[in-house]
């Protein structure tokens, strides 16, 4: 054999056991082998908050973030094109009587004859921004620190 072919083939065993080796210490950030299959949680997690209205506002932690639902949302039912039951409380009509934080304007647009501000259907979907909160163990060490001061 001459000088390059071997040189070559010893480059490759050398690559492919490197390769090898490396592979082998791969895992993921739950420290699970990384071919292994994900489990399923032993039980779900509950969400913080229980009755509406019983519990203040959740602080966000950036100026644009979409409030947090402080409270339980496991007896609401599904948001449909004929009910939503988020309107219930927060809607223009409703919020005062509810004692609940009004929708934002964001949300809002005026009927086709102009007399009347109703929710924009492509703000309708409540729960896409809108999530609750989950009392869970991070899977990393986290030490982000929000740009919002808390409200007194």
Do not use: W
Not at 25 to 47: H, I, M, Q
Not at 82 to 96: D, G, M, P, V
Not at 99 to 106: F, Q
């Amino acid at each position: 054999m001459n000088r390059t072919v071997k040189a070559a083939v010893a480059a490759t065993l050398v690559a492919v056991v490197f390769g090898c080796a490396q592979y082998g210490g791969v895992s993921t950030l739950r420290g699970a082998d990384v071919a292994a299959s994900d489990k399923a949680p032993e039980t779900s997690k509950e969400y913080e908050g229980k009755k509406p209205g019983l519990q203040k506002p959740i602080a966000r932690t950036f100026s644009t973030q979409p409030p947090l639902v402080p409270h339980a949302v496991a007896n609401f039912d599904e948001i449909t094109v004929a009910e939503n039951q988020c309107l219930e409380c927060h809607s223009l009509e409703n919020y005062r009587k509810k004692n609940a934080p009004k929708m934002g304007d964001t949300h809002l647009v005026f009927s086709k004859d102009g007399t009347k501000k109703m929710v924009t259907m492509d703000r309708y979907q409540c729960n896409t921004c809108h999530v609750p909160q989950v009392d869970a163990k991070p899977l990393v060490e986290n030490t982000f620190v929000g740009n919002v001061a808390p409200k007194q």
